[in-house]
Every structure is written in C-alpha cells, then in structure tokens.
C-alpha cells in the first residue's frame, strides 16, 4: 500500500522559512515525478512545484518562483518543499503527490497518489 506522509507544517510568520518533507513508502518513486499543491479555504487545490524522476528537472507556479526550492532524495523515497520569504497568501493546506500516469504538472488528475496534507500557516 502506497502512502506519502508529509510533515513540517507549522505557523510562521511572514518573511519566516518553512521547510516540508513528504516520505514515500510502499514502492519507489525514484524514476517518478514528485511534486507539491496547496489549497486555500475556499479555493481549488492548485500546483506549486513539480520535480522529474530521474533529471531532477523542477517546475514552480509563477506564485512562488524564486522563494520555493523543490528537492528530493531518491534514497530515502522523500521529496522536499523550502519555503523562504513567506507570505500571507501562502497559507494553505500543502499535499504532497507523485505519480505514475503522464501528464502536464500542473492538473491535479495527472497525479494518482497523494498526502493527507499539512497546514502551514502565515501570519502578517
């Protein structure tokens, strides 16, 4: 059975630094793409980051380019998320997703297994 716990959540304040971990178990998803969404209240769950297996090629929404850092350590199945200069607006319930399914990032139907979620909230 394939879970992805993540972890690392927590309450900050804005200009603060979070760091996310997402650990994988059940197979491997070194050759696969990890990546991170979030989703606001009252918003749709939307892309953030993506990862590629095997390159380590990344993708950031415009939102967070330049402040987000995606990374992954295939030998610990796990794929990180640092959040530097944080804001207001990046409150959100973080999922961490991979997948098996090809696809563009960015649409949440191309990623086939996801986290519970972990909140991370940004005080002003």
């Known amino acids: 059975q394939v879970q992805l716990v993540e972890s690392g959540g927590g309450l900050v304040q804005a200009g603060d630094s979070l760091r996310l971990s997402c650990a994988a178990s059940?197979?491997?998803?070194?050759?696969?793409?990890m990546a991170w969404f979030r989703q606001a209240p009252g918003n749709e769950r939307e892309f953030v980051a993506a990862?590629?297996?095997?390159?380590?090629?990344?993708n950031y929404a415009d939102s967070v380019k330049g402040r987000f850092t995606i990374s992954r350590d295939n030998a610990k199945n796990t794929v990180y998320l640092q959040m530097n200069s944080l804001k207001p607006e990046d409150t959100a319930i973080y999922y961490c997703?991979?997948?098996?399914?090809?696809?563009?990032?960015?649409?949440?139907?191309?990623?086939?297994?996801w986290g519970q979620g972990t909140q991370v909230t940004v005080s002003s």
């Open positions: 997703a991979a997948r098996t399914i090809p696809g563009d990032y960015e649409t949440r139907v191309n990623w086939n297994y």
């Open positions: 990862i590629s297996g095997r390159s380590g090629n990344t």
């Open positions: 059940g197979r491997s998803f070194s050759r696969n793409a």
